[in-house]
């Protein structure tokens, strides 16, 4: 199961930077559009898939050094 989820994301990530390129390219506003709904639609796709596939999550507070009280 974990294998084809990080293959899934190896996907959802390739698309990204796939239509990242288009939009760096000519494209009437159609094609835009079309290209930046789909990226949303990769980029909303990757973080649910990273959410189940990696639940846990760490919020740092600060530097190391300020955690512990240390002075730099």
């Known amino acids: ?3 084809e989820n990080l293959a899934r994301i ?10 990242r390129r288009l939009l760096k390219t000519r494209l009437s506003q159609l094609e ?4 930046e709904r789909r ?3 990769e980029k909303s796709a990757l973080h649910g898939l990273g ?3 990696f639940p ?3 919020r740092a507070t600060g530097a190391p050094a300020e955690r512990m009280g240390v002075a730099r």
């Open 10 to 19: 190896r996907a959802h990530r390739n698309n990204i930077h796939r239509y």
């Open 32 to 35: 835009r559009q079309f290209i």
């Open 56 to 58: 846990v999550s760490f």
């Open 1 to 3: 199961m974990l294998d």
């Open 39 to 41: 990226l949303a639609e």
């Open 51 to 53: 959410a189940t596939t």
